[in-house]
């Protein structure tokens, strides 16, 4: 079952196509307003880092993306009820269901990870982590589960949706989802392996969506759970070792990010096959 599309255009209507130069150009740009507008920053705060003005431009461009989207849903998709159409304007009681249910999950993953991470000997358990690292996994639940699942579940698979069919949409979202992010700083093997498992990723969190009826709710629990709490683990409570391979709990050392290695990529697999079982195909309207 996939995300509901009968809320666009007029009822019996096709939903309009919108064109790809469109689809390719919207976010950049946003991007690039964003960027521009963040530079005087630097000059009314001397004491800013560059990767703080820098943070301060991805805020305003996600601005920009909230003002904008209704807007572009009204008239590239024929859209008349746009936040419900990404998935953001659910039930109350379905929307909270839906991203605990993901952050349960994420917990269940992020558990799996630790007990093979510990049994392997690559890591210790050190202590508890501190309020202000907890307040930093929140931060990183809302802000970036939110935000990367608004872009790339709900206003990027829409758009590839509705040009694509939603086989094809599920399948080039996660690819490009994986292909912005930095999988490129690492070298050889190590960037290979992140990158295929932000596409395992992307795909589980499609698939997480379409298994909530169209929610974005789920895929926002589920992302920001597996982000916050590997944060919140790796802040104060779990020590990989520098030596640990990377081929087992990912590239990055002490700092690894685990869904580059064999246990990210495990779990992740685990994760689509049984999403594959329970959503069946993806796209079409809810029957």
């Avoid at 998709?77 to 929307?95: I, M």
Wanted: overall charge positive; hydrophobic content about 50%.
């Amino acid at each position: 079952m996939g995300p509901p599309t009968a809320a666009c255009g007029p009822a019996g209507a096709r939903p309009a196509t919108p064109h790809w130069l469109g689809t390719l150009l919207y976010v950049p740009l946003l991007y690039g307003l964003g960027w521009l507008a963040s530079r005087p920053l630097g000059l009314l705060f001397p004491g800013w880092r560059p990767d703080q003005v820098d943070l301060a431009g991805a805020g305003l461009a996600l601005l920009l993306l909230l003002l904008s989207l209704p807007w572009r849903l009204r008239r590239a998709w024929g859209c008349s009820t746009p936040w419900s159409r990404l998935g953001v304007r659910v039930k109350p009681l379905a929307g909270v269901v839906a991203f605990l249910g993901g952050v349960g999950m994420a917990a269940l993953l992020l558990l799996l990870l630790v007990v093979v991470v510990m049994l392997s000997g690559q890591g210790r358990w050190t202590a508890v982590a501190g309020v202000p690292q907890l307040l930093n996994a929140l931060a990183l639940v809302l802000g970036v589960g939110f935000a990367e699942e608004l872009l790339f579940r709900g206003w990027l698979w829409g758009e590839l949706e509705l040009q694509l069919g939603a086989r094809r949409a599920d399948a080039l979202q996660a690819a490009l989802f994986a292909l912005v992010h930095p999988w490129y700083r690492l070298a050889g093997l190590e960037a290979i392996g992140l990158l295929v498992g932000l596409g395992l990723l992307g795909l589980v969190l499609a698939r997480q969506r379409h298994r909530d009826g169209g929610s974005l709710w789920g895929p926002v629990g589920l992302h920001g759970g597996l982000v916050g709490g590997w944060f919140a683990l790796q802040s104060g409570a779990l020590q990989v070792s520098a030596t640990a391979p990377a081929w087992l709990v990912g590239p990055g050392g002490e700092a690894a990010n685990p869904i580059g290695g064999a246990i990210g990529w495990l779990t992740l697999g685990l994760l689509l096959a049984c999403r594959q079982d329970r959503s069946g195909p993806a796209g079409g309207p809810p029957g």
